[in-house]
């Protein structure tokens, strides 16, 4: 689907706004709710991360190898702002569009 | 596809970028790899679901001109920039090279006004030499002032228009890069 990489830009700020995420967690709990070619999270979490939406580090983790951690920064926090404040209102729209459309009036 | 040769294939797409660069993005498949594996998925499964290489390289790629252009404006990173944008797809053919052109030709003309502008008066002598006439010497001063301060002031605002197009065009290479082929 054409539109799902826009909103992939918001799944993940959203994703991490509560606590700092490596990207194969990105990846997963993405790919479960959608079906995604998991390999373009990557490039975009490094167009995000060049914008200055993200900062990076690297953290040793107990089992397998070390993690890179992104962590939103002010400038990403106010970016996703406005994304899910635009996306609110378009969802809005759709639905309502649809609601007409199929004739599930509110009436 | 294994692992190795997922890999493999990303390293030799990617082999024009820079080693750092290039070596940053096989870290971050890497760790994707290592990660389903410890999860207990098989290499073919973690590969198949990231997706074509080809297509990821070249999403990687465009991404990486569009952000030398960006932080170092020139017309040589901008067409790398652009050609980059193009390969992902016909659709950016139409929707990157298109605007580009237009946007480019409204430019140019522009310029051209404004050059004539600047050199009017200079034709003007040229062709029919300083008049004699000390009527015809104050207009052809004043003709002169008015049309090259004209074609002056408007260099000055193209030269900025320029800039700020510039930006503005790399943004929406993004905004393609971002939007199109979102499988």
Redesign the interface.
Known sequence: MQFKKGVLELCVLVLTAKRDRYGYELVASISEKFHIAEGTVYPLLRRLTQDGYFTTYLMESQEGPPRKYYRLTKQGREYMNDLVLEWRIFDRGVNQIIGEGLGYDET | MTRREFMDEMGSLLSELPDKERLD?L??????F???I?EGKNEHEIAE?????K??AR??LA?YRI?QAQSNASVGNMTRAIVATVSLGFFNLIFVLGPFLALIGVLISCYCVAVTLLAAPLGMVVQYGIPTVSQERLFLLFGSLASVGLGGMLIIGLLRLTRWMYRQFLRYL?FN???????
């Open positions: 993005i870290a971050d498949y890497t760790e994707h290592l990660m389903g410890q679901a990231l997706g074509s290489p297509l990821l999403e990687l991404g952000n993004q890069v971002q939007m199109i082929r979102g499988k």
